[in-house]
């Protein structure tokens, strides 16, 4: 049912280097969302978007940026790793404005294991 | 602000028999929506269930229902028939809304319950 898709999938990487995690979705969705994880733990929302051009910060504090240049894409770029940014980060989406009720629920990717060595 | 709280780090039972996860919510809103997923080891969130806060009947889907206590702020996922499949980590989600009463859409999670199903 999902059309969204993050790669990679897993990244192992060393402490200083700029990263992006991609995430494209084919559903048309106006709303994405960038969640971060740690193993076992709940989800934090570190970033989100309405739209094309429109980007927040979420509840947690995040050293990352996003961009939102086409409604189907929202990468994650961290321009300098660290230690401290290992974790699993998990891209969804959802329907506009018009959503609600169930429709509002978000679809996610599959994730990325980023490791900072 | 909204919370969520999952009170159950873990939880256990026997294939065949029904399990009882539990949610609580805090919320100023008249308006909201609690979500339920699951997150298999694999890592993917996939969608369960959902109530409504107007919702006057419990949500159901297949073997999944939802137990909504709204005088209590609970929402608790009720999982009849376990299966050895349904051993995953389970997350109860709120919906926000801002002051104007339109929704972000944004999800906020609880902090997550280990189910294990034993055969």
């Known amino acids: 049912e999902a059309d969204i898709y993050q790669t990679p999938r897993y990244l192992v990487i060393g402490t200083g280097k700029k990263i992006t995690l991609e995430c494209s979705q084919t559903?048309?969705?106006?709303?994405m969302y960038w969640y971060q994880q740690d193993p076992g733990m709940e989800l934090h929302l570190i970033h989100y978007?309405?739209?094309?051009?429109?980007?927040e910060k979420g509840d947690l504090s995040s050293e990352s940026t996003v961009s939102r240049i086409r409604t189907e894409h929202f990468p994650l770029t961290l321009e300098s790793a660290r230690p401290s940014h290992t974790s699993q980060y998990l891209c969804?989406?959802?329907?506009?404005?018009?959503?609600?009720?169930?429709?509002?629920?978000?679809?996610f990717g599959s994730g990325t294991q980023l490791s900072v060595l | 602000a909204q919370k969520i709280t999952q009170t159950q780090p873990g939880m256990f039972v026997q294939e065949k028999e029904a399990v009882t996860l539990d949610c609580t919510y805090d919320?100023?809103?008249?308006?909201?929506?609690l979500f339920w997923y699951k997150q298999p080891s694999s890592g993917e969130m996939i969608f369960l269930i959902y109530?409504?806060?107007?919702?006057?009947q419990n949500a159901t889907e297949g073997r999944y229902s939802l137990n909504f206590q709204k005088a209590r702020k609970s929402a608790n996922l009720v999982i009849s028939a376990s299966q050895l499949g349904d051993s995953a980590m389970y997350f109860c989600?709120?919906?926000?809304?801002?002051?104007?009463?339109?929704?972000?859409?944004?999800?906020?999670f609880g902090q997550g319950t280990i189910l294990t199903v034993h055969p």
């Open positions: 969804a989406s959802s329907k506009g404005s018009r959503a609600s009720g169930r429709n509002e629920k978000l679809f």
């Open positions: 559903m048309g969705h106006d709303k």
């Open positions: 978007s309405y739209g094309v051009n429109s980007t």
């Open positions: 919320t100023s809103d008249q308006s909201y929506g």
């Open positions: 109530q409504g806060s107007y919702d006057e």
């Open positions: 989600a709120m919906r926000e809304r801002n002051a104007g009463g339109t929704s972000y859409g944004k999800l906020t």
